[in-house]
């Protein structure tokens, strides 16, 4: 056990040593707050051919299962919209996708939402907190006990089909029908379901959008704004609109294989699905006795500014993020030995996207 001398006993420059060695301890602990691991504790997710959760999804990995079917006479009649001619108007030229099932199952009551009030409820906003209850309870975290805590809620979506259909009969619109479909109230109702008081953010950035949700969680703990928070994405192909607009801009592949960094690549396949991930500061997670099952060492997130187009990739920028996360978590690129890319199967973004992943990492490995 040490003790501090009071200042009086100390000369002058004793003292100025003192008070630096003292800023300089509050700076590394600050740095290191700033930089500190996140561990992620629980998981949930649904996603296309039965994996209904992180246990069956890795088995569908693991079996090597095309989870890819024609889409759904449920959702729309692929008859009325398909036309393998990729100029016909209103049409798309694939028939493709990854569909969940059984999508308009959802018990309201038990989260405490009216029957009539559930009519007008987005499938993405039922799906997202049936999820989150999923992943807190994987975590060994009882959802209740999370009630007037300061966790954070950050979602990502996209999709707005819900509010499409629902919009096309102006006489049908009702009091629930504004929230019901609301972006902004996706990430709210998991807030107001578990009555968290912490930050509650629903964001779109396309293609990015969870991974930036997990970037924002991220540092709202190392703030310490936050002790723990969720962080998500949900997705659900609900009316062709999207897909029609994706073939316009001939970004779908047409027999719904996605065959990224192949010479053969000619589009992606559009999927629905939801992850959540329970996120806490590692030091708390280890305190707690949580079950770890992964860490977050760093995050980074940027645009690519005026490059070759609104819509296309640029490869400086991709290096520049890469490094920038890389940073941010302090690691070396040599020390990184596994990366899960984009691939969106591209002509155009694949080769910028290899070459950026080269740029940074093959400099720190060998040809082995």
Same mark, same amino acid.
């Given at each position: ?32 707050? =700033? ?15 039965? $994996?209904? *959760?992180?246990? =069956? ?21 692929? /008859? ?35 029957? =009539? ?11 997202? !907190? ?12 009882? %959802? ?32 629930? *029908? ?14 107001? #379901? ?6 509650? +953010? ?20 190392? @703030?310490? &704004?936050? /002790? ?7 997705? !659900? ?7 029609? $607009?994706?073939?316009? $801009?001939?970004?779908?592949? %047409?027999?719904?294989?996605?065959? $990224? ?21 590692? *030091?708390?997670? @280890? ?24 819509? #296309? %990739? ?5 290096? &520049? ?17 596994? +990366? ?6 591209? =002509?155009?973004?694949? %080769?910028? &996207? ?15």
């Amino acid at each position: 056990m040490t003790s501090e001398k009071p200042k009086e006993s100390l000369s002058p420059l004793q003292n100025a040593v003192f008070l630096l060695r003292k800023s300089q301890a509050k700076l590394a602990a600050y740095e290191g707050a =700033r930089s500190e691991p996140i561990a992620i504790v629980g998981m949930g997710c649904r996603f296309p051919g039965g $994996a209904s *959760s992180p246990t =069956r999804y890795w088995q569908l990995l693991r079996d090597g299962k095309d989870a890819i079917g024609e889409i759904p006479p449920e959702r729309w009649d692929v /008859d009325d919209f398909y036309d393998p001619d990729r100029g016909a108007p209103g049409r798309m030229y694939t028939r493709w996708g990854g569909f969940i099932e059984q999508i308009d199952e959802f018990d309201a009551d038990f989260f405490g939402i009216s029957p =009539r009030e559930a009519t007008r409820v987005d499938p993405q906003h039922r799906l997202l !907190l049936e999820v989150a209850w999923e992943a807190l309870e994987d975590a060994g975290i009882p %959802p209740e006990s999370l009630s007037q805590t300061g966790t954070g809620v950050y979602v990502g979506v996209i999709a707005n089909d819900y509010a499409l259909l629902q919009s096309r009969d102006l006489d049908d619109i009702d009091v629930f *029908s504004g929230t019901g479909s609301s972006h902004a109230i996706l990430a709210n109702r998991v807030s107001y #379901a578990l009555n968290l008081r912490g930050p509650s +953010i629903t964001l779109d950035t396309a293609c990015s959008s969870s991974l930036v949700t997990v970037h924002l969680a991220c540092q709202s703990l190392r @703030r310490q &704004e936050t /002790d723990m928070a969720l962080a998500a994405g949900v997705n !659900l192909i609900l009316s062709p609109e999207m897909t029609v $607009a994706l073939s316009k $801009a001939h970004m779908m592949s %047409p027999d719904g294989r996605c065959k $990224a960094f192949d010479a053969s690549a000619d589009g992606y396949v559009r999927g629905e699905g939801c992850g959540v991930v329970v996120l806490k500061r590692l *030091s708390d997670a @280890r305190r707690d006795g949580d079950r770890i099952l992964a860490a977050v060492r760093g995050t980074a997130v940027n645009h690519d500014g005026r490059s070759n187009g609104l819509s #296309a %990739p640029n490869g400086p920028a991709q290096e &520049e993020v890469i490094r920038a996360a890389l940073a941010d978590g302090h690691v070396a690129p040599g020390e990184v030995g596994y +990366i899960e890319t984009h691939g969106t199967g591209t =002509r155009l973004g694949d %080769p910028i &996207e290899m070459d950026a992943l080269a740029n940074v990492f093959a400099p720190g490995h060998t040809a082995d």
